[in-house]
Structure formats: C-alpha cells, structure tokens
C-alpha cells in the first residue's frame, strides 16, 4: 500500500525538518479535493482530478491510490460516460493515510 522507499527517498530530498511540512501539505491537499468531490453536482470526477491525485499520491509514496487513480484517469479520458466511485478512493485514501501515520508515529516514537 505503502512504497517505504520512496518515503525515504522523500525525507532525503526535502531534509527532516521539511518532511512533516510536506505531509501535512499533501494531506491537506488530498482531504479537501475528497471533500470538494463530495459536494460536486452529480459526483461528476474528471480525469485531470485523478491525474493530480494520482501525482500527489506517488510523490508520498502511497502506492495502491496512486495506481487505482492512474487507472481512473484513463477509464475517464476513455469513456465519456465512465463514473468513478469516490468511495473506493476514499477507502484506499483513508487506509493509506491510517498506515502511513501509524508507521510515523512509530518512528518518531
């Protein structure tokens, strides 16, 4: 679910101290883009919404929404009728997420 690897490979790039800051933001970000999901007319997801949590979500490493976005984003740029169901993103998002900080929390213990 998780790529530790490019977690890291994260930390290393922006320094230890900077590391929480882009947490924080990346989370953020991907909290208000769900929510904003959810008050769409008609549910409505584009493809370019996919592509940037997509994006996001490989830059921090969470692998699996990364690839369920990615393929998201093809189905949508393919199919004009194709509906994509938040709930799986949200439930892979959330699950992620719960992992991800667990890991933190155990290593900043």
Not at 28 to 41: A, G, I, M, Y
Request: with cysteine; hydrophobic share 40%; glycine share 6%.
């Amino acid at each position: 679910m998780i790529d530790w690897a490019r977690v890291s490979e994260l930390r290393d790039e922006v320094g230890a101290d900077s590391f929480d800051e882009v947490v924080t933001l990346f989370l953020s970000e991907v909290d208000d883009v769900l929510s904003d999901l959810k008050t769409t007319p008609g549910g409505v997801i584009t493809h370019e919404t996919m592509h940037f949590l997509k994006g996001c979500s490989l830059n921090l490493g969470f692998q699996k929404l990364s690839s369920t976005c990615a393929q998201l984003e093809i189905k949508l740029q393919k199919e004009d009728d194709f509906v994509a169901d938040l709930s799986e993103i949200e439930t892979i998002y959330n699950d992620s997420k719960q992992q991800f900080l667990d890991q933190l929390a155990k290593e900043n213990g």
